[in-house]
């Protein structure tokens, strides 16, 4: 398809023509002259580096609905997510949590003592 798109280009074809002769899109025509532009001269499709996120779109919702609930657990989310229908381990919830500056917290258990708090026990 792109060795068939880039000739027709530089041979002075328009986007809406050459889309017609090959039954494509006008826009993937674009599409297709912008890349082979911009890599000069390169049509190939390049692979991406590594595995796709599970929680691309998700963990603005989560860190979301953090900042409301300061107190929510890692629990209470992955239930939240099982049943919206997505089964997922506590620590995927974690990781895009930190990325966007969430960190666990939890209260404390005792109040701190002093020794002038002691001596008024």
Known sequence: MHQEIIPRRKGGKGYRKIASK???MASTVRAVVRNWKTTGGNTKNYSRNGRTRQLN???R???RDMKKE???TRSEIQKDLQKAGLEI???TIKRPLNRTGLYSKSLRKTPLVSPRHVKYR
Request: overall charge positive; glycine content about 0%; aromatic content about 14%.
């Open 22 to 24: 090959l039954n494509l």
């Open 57 to 59: 779109v998700t963990a």
């Open 61 to 63: 919702y989560m860190a």
């Open 70 to 72: 300061t107190f929510l």
């Open 89 to 91: 381990r506590k620590d």
